[in-house]
Nanobody
């Protein structure tokens, strides 16, 4: 069974930075694509960034050049470095583990990021 635990959220002023972490239990981390999603109040959950087992990344257009996703397979942890934060980045951020083949994704409980003006 996979468990994902996010940390690092909080309140920050616009222009500031935060680093989110997601620690995964179990043995699937190193063979899975990892992602960060977010859901703002009243909106649908959206992809923020994703990283494959080969280190290939992709980002939502709204965060390109400001956010960076990375992974540490030795520590079973994925990170999201968020710089130049904007008020519109305010949301609950969720960690996602997408295993290879046909199977269910796993989600963390979410961590709140609030950016004040």
């Amino acid at each position: 069974q996979v468990q994902l635990v996010e940390s690092g959220g909080g309140l920050v002023q616009a222009g500031g930075s935060l680093r989110l972490s997601c620690a995964a239990s179990g043995s699937m981390f190193s063979i899975s694509t990892m992602g960060w999603y977010r859901q703002a109040s009243g909106k649908q959950r959206e992809l923020v960034a994703r990283i494959t087992v080969f280190g290939r990344t992709n980002y939502a257009d709204s965060v390109k050049g400001r956010f960076s996703i990375s992974r540490d397979n030795a520590e079973n942890t994925v990170y999201l470095q968020m710089n130049s934060l904007k008020v519109e980045d305010t949301a609950v951020y969720y960690c996602n583990l997408n295993p290879p083949g046909v199977g269910n994704d796993y989600w963390g409980q979410g961590t709140q990021v609030t950016v004040s003006s």
